[in-house]
């Protein structure tokens, strides 16, 4: 499918006429990622995108950085009037580092202070507010219009890209997920209980799934693939292999 398609175009001067001309624009082949919290989305992410020389989308990170201004203004994440009221304050600017994405909230690169449980939960809470989905809409959609791209979320196969090229639903038990981020915390010395790990990541299941705009689920024609007992390589290896037998 492509982006933009023209058929006889003249264009006049004043001593000639050019044209007609056709011009065909082509579209990206877009792949949309989905799946739970911690499923690895945006890992795996990152690597397929480096892997097929696309340009990586973390929509999570969006929603984080909408989650983290409120926090940082005092405001309730579940409060969807208070949290509308600071949409016309916010600035979000995107980077394309080396093929990652850094996020900008007014002018501030806020790609580390976004990766918090407590910014995760209030990204979670603003992903549940139809004004804040409104307002990142069109940025995501614009953002796959004339690129090849790889976006993760957890409505891009049902809401945001319904016609993406590749749609994979990515899933995993809430303790193989849990066990996941529990690891990651580690390694970065933060010192969390497991059994608080696991029971935000249910929580936060339970928010996705039952949210009124935009809940999580897997789109008909999304391929599901649990990685709940595969690691990290089995699962790139498993995405290449459905990403290359679509888009062959």
């Not at 004043?14 to 082949?29: A, E, S, V, Y």
């Not at 918090?116 to 995501?140: H, I, W, Y």
């Amino acid at each position: 499918m492509n982006a933009l398609e023209l058929r006889g175009l003249t264009k006049h001067y004043k001593d000639f006429t050019l044209g007609p001309l056709d011009l065909t624009l082509p579209g990206g082949t877009i792949c949309g990622l989905i799946g739970e919290n911690g499923a690895g989305k945006s890992t795996l992410a990152r690597r397929l995108a480096a892997d097929f020389g696309y340009i990586y989308v973390d929509t999570g990170a969006m929603f984080r950085t909408i989650g983290l201004y409120a926090l940082r203004a005092g405001k309730e994440p579940k409060d969807n009037e208070a949290v509308d009221a600071l949409l016309p304050n916010i600035t979000l600017e995107f980077a394309f580092i080396e093929g990652e994405q850094h996020i900008y909230l007014n002018g501030e690169d806020v790609s580390t202070a976004i990766r918090t449980e407590e910014v995760g939960m209030a990204a979670s809470a603003v992903g549940a507010n139809p004004a804040v989905r409104a307002f990142l809409l069109e940025m995501q959609r614009d953002m796959a219009k004339t690129q090849n791209i790889l976006m993760d979320g957890r409505d891009i196969g049902t809401v945001v890209l319904p016609n993406a090229t590749v749609k994979i639903f990515l899933t995993a038990s809430p303790e193989a997920r849990a066990t996941r981020r529990w690891k990651e915390y580690q390694q970065k010395g933060i010192d969390t209980p497991y059994e608080d790990v696991l029971a935000d990541v249910k929580q936060r299941d339970y928010q996705d799934t039952h949210r009124a705009a935009a809940p999580l689920k897997q789109a008909d024609d999304a391929v599901l693939l649990d990685t709940s007992e595969l690691n990290f390589e089995q699962s790139f290896e498993a995405m290449k292999k459905i990403i290359t037998e679509k888009v062959r």
